[in-house]
C-alpha cells in the first residue's frame, strides 16, 4: 500500500510537536511489510537533501504552487499510484488534499488536529465533544 504523508513544513529530524508524530508515523509506516510511505513535503527549501536520502521512506517534493494546488494534487496522486492520502493540517485536509483525494478516487486522512474552536462545531456536535477531546488527546 502506498501512502502520502503530506506536510507543509518539517524539520528532519524531528525537533518538537506535530514534526515529531509525522516522522514517527513516516517511520512506523516504513518498518510496516505492506505499507510504503511517501513524504509530500511543500519545498520551501527548508530541508537538507543529503538528510531526506538517509530516511527509511522517500521523499518528494513539492513547489509551494504545486502543493496547494487541488487539481495538481489529484494529478499527482493519479501519476505516483497512491492507495492513500494522510495530512496533519486540518485546513490543508479540507480544502486542498480532500477534494484532490476525492476526484483520485483515494481515500484521505486528514487528521483533527489542533482545532480552532471556530472549527470545532463542523466536526462535532456540543454533545458529542466532551468525548470527542478525550478521545483524541
Known amino acids: 500500500m502506498r501512502i502520502a504523508v503530506f506536510s507543509d513544513s518539517i524539520n528532519i529530524p ?3 510537536g506535530i514534526n515529531v508524530h509525522t ?17 509530500v513535503v511543500c519545498d520551501r527549501g527548508w530541508l537538507s537533501h543529503d ?23 489529484s494529478e499527482f496522486l493519479a501519476r505516483h499510484r497512491f492507495d492513500i ?12 488534499l480532500g477534494p ?22 463542523v466536526y462535532f456536535t456540543a454533545a458529542e465533544l466532551p468525548q470527542a477531546t478525550r478521545d483524541h488527546t
Do not use: W
Not at 23 to 38: Q, S
Not at 85 to 93: L, R, V
Open 51 to 73: 538528510v531526506l536520502k538517509e530516511q527509511l521512506f522517500d521523499t518528494i517534493l513539492l513547489p509551494e504552487r504545486e502543493f496547494y494546488n487541488v487539481e495538481y494534487v
Open 100 to 121: 484532490a483525494a476525492y476526484a483520485a478516487n483515494i481515500p484521505c486522512v486528514a487528521e483533527l488536529h489542533d482545532l480552532e474552536e471556530s472549527v470545532v462545531s
Open 85 to 96: 492520502a494522510q495530512s496533519y493540517m486540518t485546513y490543508f485536509g479540507a480544502v486542498v
Open 14 to 16: 524531528p525537533k518538537e
Open 23 to 39: 516522522y514517527d508515523l513516516l517511520i512506523a509506516l516504513a518498518k510496516h511489510p505492506d505499507c510504503t510511505p511517501v513524504l
